[in-house]
């Protein structure tokens, strides 16, 4: 994995308590961002697939689950 620097502004109170609980601030804002960006992509999943999920909902609240009468619990 190649890595880029970057500039950032962070509260600098923020950044004296990292550094007194010796947190590595880089790795820290990349699982941050890291976090973000699977949080925005599974909205735009949800977005771009709202139409199927509801459709697919309805469908099993009319007729109930595929393959019921497989599942063993």
Do not use: C, Q
Request: charged share 30%.
């Amino acid at each position: 994995m190649s890595r880029r620097a970057a500039n950032l502004s962070i509260d600098s109170a923020l950044m004296d308590e990292a550094k007194e609980l010796n947190i590595n601030i880089s790795r820290a804002a990349e699982l941050g961002i890291r976090r973000e960006l699977a949080a925005a992509k599974a909205k735009l999943w949800a977005e771009e697939n709202a139409e199927v999920v509801r459709s697919t909902n309805e469908y099993i609240a009319r007729h109930g689950l595929p393959l019921r009468k497989y599942r063993s619990f």
